[in-house]
């Protein structure tokens, strides 16, 4: 069984710094993309943020130069480094992984339990 743990998450300040890890546990043949995704009350789930296996980076528009995501391929963990958090920032915080458990089987997602991120004076 693969598992997604999520870590970091807590309140703080507007303009502060707030570093979140995601660990993926379990029989894991190989991690491909990995993302994280987001959820403000009242609203749908949103995409913040996505990494391949090589690297590769994309973000959503509202993040752009204030967000980083990374990723050790080694330890199968994800990074968001989050800067100057805003109010809107404010959500609970999913981490997402397209695994394999084996190297016949199919990838397939993965989703962690989420970690609330606060943002607030």
């Known amino acids: 069984q693969v598992q997604l743990v999520e870590s970091g998450g807590g309140l703080v300040q507007p303009g502060g710094s707030l570093r979140l890890s995601c660990a993926a546990s379990g029989s894991i043949f190989s991690t491909n993309l990995m993302g994280w995704y987001r959820q403000a009350p009242g609203k749908q789930r949103e995409w913040v943020a996505t990494i391949t296996s090589r690297g590769s980076t994309n973000y959503v528009d509202s993040v752009k130069g204030r967000f980083t995501i990374s990723r050790d391929n080694a330890k199968n963990t994800v990074y968001l480094q989050m800067n100057n958090l805003k109010p809107e920032d404010t959500a609970v915080y999913y981490c997402?992984?397209?695994?394999?458990?084996?190297?016949?089987?199919?990838?397939?997602?993965?989703w962690g339990q989420g970690t609330q991120v606060t943002v607030s004076s």
């Open positions: 997402n992984g397209e695994l394999r458990t084996t190297i016949l089987s199919m990838p397939r997602d993965y």
